[in-house]
């Protein structure tokens, strides 16, 4: 199956599982209290992973949500049983807030929204020019020994992987004979954008999402890859979601060699489910894993060279040049 034709058929399916329900207007706190409960206890990817007893939420919070006396603290209600799930991804969404948060998670279209290693022998440190080329929201330079450095901040901003992709080029114009992608830091961002950014490096489905209401639901690189070249990837304690899955992925693959420290852990997928009334509730639905290999979720991407944040680079930088 040839990556478009994939792409069709996975926007296909995320398209179909993102629909309307609910009850509209002010009434009927009731029923549209349930529908939001509904979701999570039917879609939530692992409800025994919870500190909160979600049947006990239901509770707690069903009289408060039935007897609200406007929409305002209808949705408050809601705000705060969400809040209880503590997974940093799963939230419910009024209305006011839906653009807020797509900008946050990702405008997508109801897609979902990565070995313990040796500690590195000393490496000389290598030094970033004081600026950085920039590429949107990408920054890039090239170093010594015909090293590419590409940073990206964040998988959210529009550009991103277009960013990736124009520096990796320029990059390979200018000498580049290997690639170094530092994603330290890295909050996440939007799933479509991890994998456009690892289509630059790869092909091929990288990942699958792990629930436990459906089959697991694969993933592939999207595009034509720009390099084939080594590539070492740098990650640290802050790298969390869409960041742990690109470099994950990359490493699960044998694309690249991860050299940091072991990233957060926190990789469930979230998918929009959108209510009649305007309000969304964002669901963490599975946890990401790569094809044929464990969850990253609890676990993290254990890098392949660990080291400090500040001999990172210098710990990449030698173990590209001694690749063979």
Avoid at 64 to 83: I, K, N, R
Avoid at 113 to 134: D, H, I, K, N, T
Avoid at 206 to 223: D, E, K, M, Q
Avoid at 275 to 289: F, K, M, N, P
Wanted: glycine residues 12%; charged residues 20%.
């Amino acid at each position: 199956m040839n990556v478009p034709r994939a792409l069709t058929i996975l926007l296909a399916l995320a398209i179909g599982i993102a629909f309307a329900i609910g009850t509209a207007g002010a009434s009927g706190y009731a029923e549209r209290f349930d529908t939001a409960w509904r979701l999570v206890d039917e879609r939530y990817w692992d409800l025994s992973s919870l500190d909160v007893d979600w049947d006990e939420a239901r509770e707690r919070y069903g009289p408060q949500a039935s007897s609200a006396p406007d929409d305002a603290a209808f949705y408050a209600v809601l705000e705060a049983m969400y809040a209880e799930i503590g997974d940093d991804h799963s939230v419910f969404v009024p209305p006011e807030r839906v653009a807020e948060i797509r900008a946050a998670y990702g405008d997508l279209p109801c897609l979902g929204v990565f070995a313990q290693g040796a500690p590195a022998a000393a490496a000389p440190p290598v030094a970033l020019p004081e600026q950085l080329e920039e590429r949107g929201p990408v920054a890039f330079a090239l170093l010594e020994h015909g090293i590419g450095y590409v940073r990206i901040d964040d998988l959210v901003r529009g550009g991103t992987a277009e960013g990736v992709r124009g520096a990796v080029t320029q990059l390979t114009r200018d000498g580049a004979v290997a690639f170094v992608l530092d994603l330290r830091g890295n909050p996440g961002g939007r799933l479509v954008t991890m994998m456009q950014v690892a289509g630059v490096f790869t092909q091929g489905f990288l990942w699958r999402t792990v629930t436990t209401w459906s089959f697991p639901i694969p993933y592939p690189a999207i595009g034509i890859p720009a390099t084939d070249a080594p590539l070492a990837i740098l990650v640290d304690g802050d790298v969390h979601s869409a960041g742990e899955g690109l470099a994950g992925a990359l490493q699960h693959r044998g694309r690249a060699v991860v050299v940091g420290s072991t990233t957060a852990g926190n990789v469930e997928a979230v998918m929009p489910f959108c209510l009649r009334d305007g309000s969304q509730a964002w669901i963490a639905t599975g946890v990401l894993a790569p094809i044929g290999g464990p969850t990253w979720a609890g676990q993290g991407v254990v890098p392949n060279v660990a080291t400090s944040d500040e001999d990172a680079l210098g710990a990449a930088v030698k173990a590209l040049r001694t690749s063979p």
